[in-house]
């Protein structure tokens, strides 16, 4: 799985699924390798973004859609008094290499295409890195939902800037097509689609 999806959505789940299905043992392992990189047989069932076209020997299906929205520490917002897209000049816009247009996008979406320009940038190199950035005050990350309603709930980060929430990618599950009638990979698959709803 992507390690920012296994860290934020998946492992606080697992519990449920653990509990339906007590004899089935996973090994979680994260990675952002594409799917042909990875050696046959190496994995039962793999959780990527989708894919413009579907990868050979595979089955796949969405199961959880997610939108992206600024969201920065309580206290870095009320600091910079953040309430609109242009607002965000002022801040440090925090961007990741694994999603590496997503700030450009949403402000074009948000009518505030030179924000980008004007505002400070800091970057790394995977996407739970500049979460973490944010929830210390560090910037805005630009923040998917359900991926981080817990963080949300909790007041570790708030979303204060009015504007759109924008459509990202959905998380798939992928399946090597031999394994596609697999007992316990259908089941966890089946569970994936039912938490995602």
Known sequence: ALPTFAMRWLLPRLTNFQARLSNVELQLITSDEPLSKLGKGSFHIAIRR???AMPKGFVAAPFLAETETPVCSPKLARS???KTPADLARATLLHAETR???????LKVAGAADVEQRAQRQR????????????????????????????LASGRLVAPV??????????????PEDLSDNPAVTAFCQWLVEEGA
């Open 50 to 52: 989708e894919m413009a």
């Open 124 to 151: 790394f190199d995977h996407f739970y890195m500049a979460l973490q950035a944010a929830s210390d005050g560090l910037g805005v990350a630009l923040g998917p939902l359900p991926i981080i309603a817990d963080d």
């Open 100 to 106: 590496p247009n997503a700030w450009s996008r949403w």
């Open 162 to 175: 009015r504007g759109p929430a924008l459509t990202s990618k959905s998380y798939c599950w992928f399946v």
């Open 80 to 82: 910079l008094k953040l």
